[in-house]
């Protein structure tokens, strides 16, 4: 039985690049970090890297966690990432956008006042 989200893969086809980026959008270094997969530790999940993958903006879209949506956009295009969907109200406060990050991937993310830590297991 499924018990909740631990780890979203980002294939790229340039993990060292790759490794760079996503340590200026953490905001830290990874905490495993292998020529094979590379992961960064984000408020109890995990946001991996696999070289050699197919990059896409389709299939599954998770949606990381933030305190400011439209910061958080104007962050990641500052860091080169492409618009996708801007930052829009989806209802009860809850905004959600994402961007295509340097590598072909989507990332997502969301702001939901709603969210609580303490259901997380």
Do not use: C
Request: hydrophobic share 40%; glycine share 14%.
């Amino acid at each position: 039985m499924l018990l909740g989200l631990r780890t979203a893969i980002y294939p790229v086809k340039d993990l060292t690049t790759a490794k760079a980026w996503f340590t200026q959008v953490v905001g830290h270094s990874p905490y495993f970090d292998q020529p094979f997969y590379v992961g960064f530790e984000v408020g109890g999940f995990e946001l991996g890297l696999v070289p050699d993958g197919t990059s896409g903006t389709s299939g599954p879209q998770p949606l990381w966690g933030v305190v400011d949506a439209s910061a958080t956009m104007n962050r990641l295009l500052e860091l080169g990432a492409k618009a996708l969907e801007p930052v829009h109200n989806v209802g009860d406060g809850i905004k959600v956008a994402a961007v295509e990050d340097p590598f072909g991937n989507r990332l997502g993310f969301i702001k939901n006042p709603h969210f609580s830590v303490g259901k997380v297991r």
